[in-house]
Nanobody, 125 residues
């Protein structure tokens, strides 16, 4: 069974940094488009960042552009999200997502075929 497992969330003060990881349980996702989404309480799930199958193309939501970097290590079947200069409004559950058989990054939740269980990020002011 395919699994995406996120890790690296936690509590951090405003201005701090966190690095999230998403490990895929199978090499199936090695060249699949991957992305990070987040969902705050009472809000819809929103796109944060996406990366193409080879890692050559990335895309970011305007709200995080310049503060967040998505990367991947296909040899380790892992995608990362480095988040710097965190703000209280970044508080949310962060989800890793993957596309099945498509190297383009997902830009909306409807593009994703598989999801991780989520990891909580809390930024205190």
């Amino acid at each position: 069974q395919v699994q995406l497992v996120e890790s690296g969330g936690g509590l951090v003060q405003a201005g701090g940094s966190l690095r999230l990881s998403c490990a895929a349980s199978t090499r199936t996702f090695r060249y699949s488009g991957m992305g990070w989404f987040r969902q705050a309480p009472g809000k819809e799930r929103e796109f944060v960042a996406g990366i193409s199958g080879t890692g050559s193309m990335t895309y970011y939501a305007d709200s995080v552009k310049g503060r967040v970097t998505i990367s991947r290590d296909n040899a380790k079947n892992t995608v990362y999200l480095q988040m710097n200069s965190l703000k209280p409004e970044d508080t949310a559950i962060y989800y890793c997502a993957a596309r099945a058989g498509n190297s383009a990054y997902p830009m909306g939740a409807a593009d994703a075929d598989f999801w991780g269980q989520g990891t909580q990020v809390t930024v205190s002011s």
